[in-house]
Protein backbone atom coordinates (compact mmCIF):
# COMPACT_ATOMS: atom_id res chain seq x y z
CA UNK A 1 0.00 0.00 0.00
CA UNK A 2 1.08 3.39 -0.78
CA UNK A 3 2.00 5.82 2.26
CA UNK A 4 2.87 8.87 2.27
CA UNK A 5 3.05 10.93 5.63
CA UNK A 6 4.78 14.35 6.40
CA UNK A 7 6.23 15.62 9.17
CA UNK A 8 8.05 18.62 10.52
CA UNK A 9 5.47 21.34 10.82
CA UNK A 10 4.41 23.66 13.99
CA UNK A 11 4.39 26.93 14.83
CA UNK A 12 7.40 29.10 13.49
CA UNK A 13 8.29 33.32 13.98
CA UNK A 14 8.71 35.35 10.77
CA UNK A 15 11.59 35.00 9.09
CA UNK A 16 12.32 31.95 10.41
CA UNK A 17 12.79 28.64 9.45
CA UNK A 18 11.41 25.21 9.30
CA UNK A 19 12.06 21.59 7.43
CA UNK A 20 9.36 19.32 6.38
CA UNK A 21 9.48 15.87 5.84
CA UNK A 22 7.59 13.15 3.91
CA UNK A 23 8.35 9.32 4.26
CA UNK A 24 7.28 7.38 1.40
CA UNK A 25 6.34 3.54 1.48
CA UNK A 26 4.75 1.25 -0.32
CA UNK A 27 6.48 1.96 -3.91
CA UNK A 28 10.08 2.20 -5.42
CA UNK A 29 10.40 6.08 -4.39
CA UNK A 30 13.44 6.97 -6.21
CA UNK A 31 11.27 6.10 -9.56
CA UNK A 32 9.05 8.24 -8.68
CA UNK A 33 8.73 12.60 -9.39
CA UNK A 34 7.64 14.24 -6.41
CA UNK A 35 6.04 17.56 -5.03
CA UNK A 36 4.49 19.76 -2.29
CA UNK A 37 1.43 21.15 -2.63
CA UNK A 38 0.32 24.22 0.00
CA UNK A 39 -3.38 24.92 0.85
CA UNK A 40 -3.66 28.13 3.19
CA UNK A 41 -6.42 27.91 5.49
CA UNK A 42 -9.90 28.23 3.43
CA UNK A 43 -7.85 28.86 -0.02
CA UNK A 44 -7.32 26.88 -2.93
CA UNK A 45 -4.59 24.64 -3.63
CA UNK A 46 -1.17 25.51 -4.46
CA UNK A 47 1.42 23.68 -6.02
CA UNK A 48 4.83 24.50 -4.72
CA UNK A 49 7.65 22.44 -6.11
CA UNK A 50 8.67 19.83 -8.10
CA UNK A 51 11.63 16.96 -7.77
CA UNK A 52 12.48 14.69 -10.75
CA UNK A 53 13.33 10.78 -9.01
CA UNK A 54 16.98 11.55 -9.69
CA UNK A 55 16.80 14.87 -7.42
CA UNK A 56 17.41 17.02 -10.75
CA UNK A 57 15.70 18.83 -12.38
CA UNK A 58 13.84 20.95 -9.71
CA UNK A 59 11.17 23.76 -9.84
CA UNK A 60 9.47 25.91 -7.76
CA UNK A 61 6.50 28.13 -8.08
CA UNK A 62 7.42 32.13 -8.05
CA UNK A 63 5.95 32.79 -4.33
CA UNK A 64 9.00 30.27 -3.14
CA UNK A 65 11.68 30.52 -5.18
CA UNK A 66 15.02 31.38 -3.10
CA UNK A 67 13.16 30.59 0.07
CA UNK A 68 12.53 27.28 -0.16
CA UNK A 69 14.49 24.02 -1.16
CA UNK A 70 13.44 20.82 -2.05
CA UNK A 71 15.76 17.76 -1.76
CA UNK A 72 15.49 13.46 -1.50
CA UNK A 73 17.05 11.02 0.27
CA UNK A 74 16.24 7.97 -1.81
CA UNK A 75 17.96 5.76 0.55
CA UNK A 76 15.97 6.87 3.28
CA UNK A 77 12.49 7.13 0.78
CA UNK A 78 12.13 10.57 1.94
CA UNK A 79 11.55 14.00 0.33
CA UNK A 80 11.98 17.32 1.71
CA UNK A 81 10.81 20.37 1.79
CA UNK A 82 13.67 23.54 3.79
CA UNK A 83 11.41 26.92 4.26
CA UNK A 84 13.56 29.62 5.20
CA UNK A 85 12.69 33.21 4.97
CA UNK A 86 9.10 32.32 6.15
CA UNK A 87 6.40 34.97 5.57
CA UNK A 88 2.58 35.38 7.13
CA UNK A 89 1.66 34.52 3.75
CA UNK A 90 3.42 30.86 3.80
CA UNK A 91 0.44 29.75 6.92
CA UNK A 92 -1.05 26.79 5.05
CA UNK A 93 -1.33 22.70 5.06
CA UNK A 94 1.61 21.06 3.13
CA UNK A 95 1.15 18.01 1.61
CA UNK A 96 3.91 15.72 -0.74
CA UNK A 97 2.03 13.95 -3.93
CA UNK A 98 3.35 11.60 -5.64
CA UNK A 99 3.45 12.68 -9.48
CA UNK A 100 2.12 9.45 -11.87
CA UNK A 101 4.18 8.21 -14.83
CA UNK A 102 2.80 9.32 -18.46
CA UNK A 103 -0.18 12.32 -17.62
CA UNK A 104 1.92 14.26 -14.69
CA UNK A 105 -1.26 13.43 -12.75
CA UNK A 106 -1.04 13.23 -8.78
CA UNK A 107 -2.51 9.78 -7.68
CA UNK A 108 -1.09 9.87 -3.71
CA UNK A 109 -1.14 12.44 -1.53
CA UNK A 110 0.02 12.71 2.23
CA UNK A 111 -2.28 13.82 4.74
CA UNK A 112 -0.56 17.20 5.15
CA UNK A 113 1.00 18.56 8.09
CA UNK A 114 0.26 22.48 9.20
CA UNK A 115 2.57 25.25 9.02
CA UNK A 116 1.77 28.46 10.86
CA UNK A 117 4.00 31.59 10.51
CA UNK A 118 2.98 33.85 13.41
CA UNK A 119 4.67 36.25 16.00
CA UNK B 1 3.13 30.42 -16.86
CA UNK B 2 -0.52 28.30 -17.53
CA UNK B 3 -3.49 29.71 -15.79
CA UNK B 4 -6.59 27.39 -15.07
CA UNK B 5 -10.27 29.07 -14.42
CA UNK B 6 -13.22 26.43 -13.09
CA UNK B 7 -16.61 27.93 -13.24
CA UNK B 8 -18.58 28.19 -11.11
CA UNK B 9 -16.80 28.64 -8.11
CA UNK B 10 -19.65 27.24 -6.20
CA UNK B 11 -22.82 25.41 -6.69
CA UNK B 12 -26.24 23.96 -5.07
CA UNK B 13 -27.47 20.96 -5.84
CA UNK B 14 -29.96 18.08 -5.11
CA UNK B 15 -28.88 14.58 -4.76
CA UNK B 16 -29.88 12.97 -7.75
CA UNK B 17 -28.91 15.90 -9.85
CA UNK B 18 -26.45 15.90 -12.94
CA UNK B 19 -23.70 18.20 -12.58
CA UNK B 20 -21.56 19.70 -14.68
CA UNK B 21 -17.95 21.99 -13.71
CA UNK B 22 -16.00 23.57 -16.74
CA UNK B 23 -12.13 24.07 -16.07
CA UNK B 24 -10.64 26.23 -18.86
CA UNK B 25 -6.50 26.84 -20.06
CA UNK B 26 -4.84 29.61 -20.36
CA UNK B 27 -3.04 27.76 -23.76
CA UNK B 28 -3.36 24.46 -24.97
CA UNK B 29 -2.23 21.50 -22.69
CA UNK B 30 -3.76 18.61 -24.79
CA UNK B 31 -4.73 16.45 -22.59
CA UNK B 32 -3.00 16.64 -19.31
CA UNK B 33 -6.03 17.43 -17.34
CA UNK B 34 -6.63 16.04 -13.83
CA UNK B 35 -9.59 15.98 -11.45
CA UNK B 36 -9.62 16.07 -7.90
CA UNK B 37 -11.90 15.76 -5.27
CA UNK B 38 -11.08 17.08 -1.49
CA UNK B 39 -13.61 16.98 1.43
CA UNK B 40 -12.71 19.41 4.44
CA UNK B 41 -10.28 17.95 6.94
CA UNK B 42 -8.80 15.79 3.74
CA UNK B 43 -6.21 15.65 1.69
CA UNK B 44 -6.97 16.24 -2.23
CA UNK B 45 -8.23 12.87 -3.87
CA UNK B 46 -7.61 12.04 -7.90
CA UNK B 47 -10.84 11.52 -9.45
CA UNK B 48 -9.92 11.82 -13.28
CA UNK B 49 -6.19 11.83 -15.15
CA UNK B 50 -5.56 12.77 -18.80
CA UNK B 51 -8.80 14.67 -19.08
CA UNK B 52 -10.88 12.00 -19.16
CA UNK B 53 -9.42 8.82 -17.49
CA UNK B 54 -10.98 7.36 -14.36
CA UNK B 55 -8.73 6.60 -11.39
CA UNK B 56 -8.57 2.80 -9.82
CA UNK B 57 -11.81 2.88 -7.41
CA UNK B 58 -13.48 5.99 -8.66
CA UNK B 59 -17.32 5.43 -9.23
CA UNK B 60 -18.58 5.73 -12.58
CA UNK B 61 -21.01 8.51 -12.39
CA UNK B 62 -17.70 10.83 -12.63
CA UNK B 63 -16.69 11.37 -15.99
CA UNK B 64 -14.19 13.68 -17.57
CA UNK B 65 -14.17 15.21 -21.55
CA UNK B 66 -12.45 18.00 -23.20
CA UNK B 67 -9.34 19.11 -24.86
CA UNK B 68 -6.85 21.29 -25.69
CA UNK B 69 -8.41 24.77 -23.63
CA UNK B 70 -11.40 23.46 -22.51
CA UNK B 71 -12.55 20.89 -20.39
CA UNK B 72 -15.32 19.21 -18.33
CA UNK B 73 -16.16 17.06 -14.99
CA UNK B 74 -19.70 15.88 -14.95
CA UNK B 75 -21.27 13.96 -12.23
CA UNK B 76 -23.95 12.17 -13.41
CA UNK B 77 -25.80 11.52 -10.53
CA UNK B 78 -24.71 13.45 -7.46
CA UNK B 79 -24.45 11.17 -3.78
CA UNK B 80 -24.36 12.34 -0.38
CA UNK B 81 -20.83 11.89 -0.36
CA UNK B 82 -19.70 13.74 -3.55
CA UNK B 83 -20.80 17.22 -2.23
CA UNK B 84 -17.24 18.60 -1.80
CA UNK B 85 -14.88 20.81 -3.29
CA UNK B 86 -13.25 19.71 -7.03
CA UNK B 87 -10.00 21.15 -8.24
CA UNK B 88 -8.51 20.66 -11.78
CA UNK B 89 -5.06 20.84 -12.53
CA UNK B 90 -2.98 21.24 -15.74
CA UNK B 91 0.27 18.33 -15.83
CA UNK B 92 1.46 19.53 -19.00
CA UNK B 93 4.40 21.10 -17.38
CA UNK B 94 5.77 20.15 -14.19
CA UNK B 95 4.55 23.50 -12.65
CA UNK B 96 1.00 21.60 -11.89
CA UNK B 97 -1.23 24.63 -11.79
CA UNK B 98 -4.63 24.38 -9.94
CA UNK B 99 -7.75 25.71 -10.58
CA UNK B 100 -9.42 28.00 -7.25
CA UNK B 101 -12.13 24.73 -6.86
CA UNK B 102 -15.52 24.37 -7.43
CA UNK B 103 -17.45 24.29 -4.09
CA UNK B 104 -20.78 21.68 -4.48
CA UNK B 105 -22.87 22.37 -1.77
CA UNK B 106 -26.09 20.79 -0.94
CA UNK B 107 -29.74 22.52 -2.42
Known amino acids: EVQLVESGGGLVQPGGSLRLSCAASGFTFRNYEMNWVRQAPGKGLEWVSYISGSGSPIYYADSVKGRFTISRDNAKNSLYLQMNSLRAEDTAIYYC????????????WGQGTLVTVSS | DIQMTQSPSSLSASVGDRVTITCRAS??????LNWYQQKPGKAPKLLIY???SLQSGVPSRFSGSGSGTDFTLTLSSLQPEDFATYYC?????????FGQGTKVEIK
Open chain 1, 97 to 108: ARRGYSYGHFDF
Open chain 2, 89 to 97: QQSYNTLGT
Open chain 2, 27 to 32: QSISNY
Open chain 2, 50 to 52: AAS
